[in-house]
């Protein structure tokens, strides 16, 4: 079992920066592979980042790849999303998410979901 809290979320000026948090409670938090997620109403979640188990490995929705960076502390079971040169459109509720399965990108990949955190970003 594993629980997740994100945090980090809040208002920025386009062209600005936010670092999101998950913490993770569990013993077991480096044994998976974690993800970021963002939704906006009436939309569908749509992948942002992920990372595998051994902290080395990435992988970026196209339209953040260049200005987000995933990465995780295992130690601390902690994981982070630096986002930077935010646009208006990156507006939406972030969510941290885990589970072991290798399709990354897919919802449907992961075990264990966050409750969110809301990024705004203004024009």
């Known amino acids: 079992q594993v629980q997740l809290v994100e945090s980090g979320g809040g208002l920025v000026q386009a062209g600005g920066s936010l670092r999101l948090s998950c913490a993770a409670s569990g013993r077991t938090f480096s044994s998976y592979r974690m993800g970021w997620f963002r939704q906006t109403a009436g939309k569908e979640r749509e992948f942002v980042a992920a990372?595998?188990?051994?902290?080395?490995?990435?992988y970026y929705g196209d339209s953040v790849k260049g200005r987000f960076t995933i990465f995780r502390n295992s130690a601390q079971n902690v994981m982070f999303l630096q986002m930077n040169i935010l646009k208006p459109e990156d507006t939406a509720v972030y969510y941290c998410?885990?589970?072991?399965?290798?399709?990354?990108?897919?919802?449907?990949?992961?075990?264990?979901w966050g409750q969110g955190t809301q990024v705004t970003v203004s024009s």
């Open positions: 990372i595998d188990v051994n902290g080395v490995n990435t």
């Open positions: 998410a885990a589970g072991r399965s290798s399709l990354l990108s897919l919802p449907s990949a992961y075990t264990y």
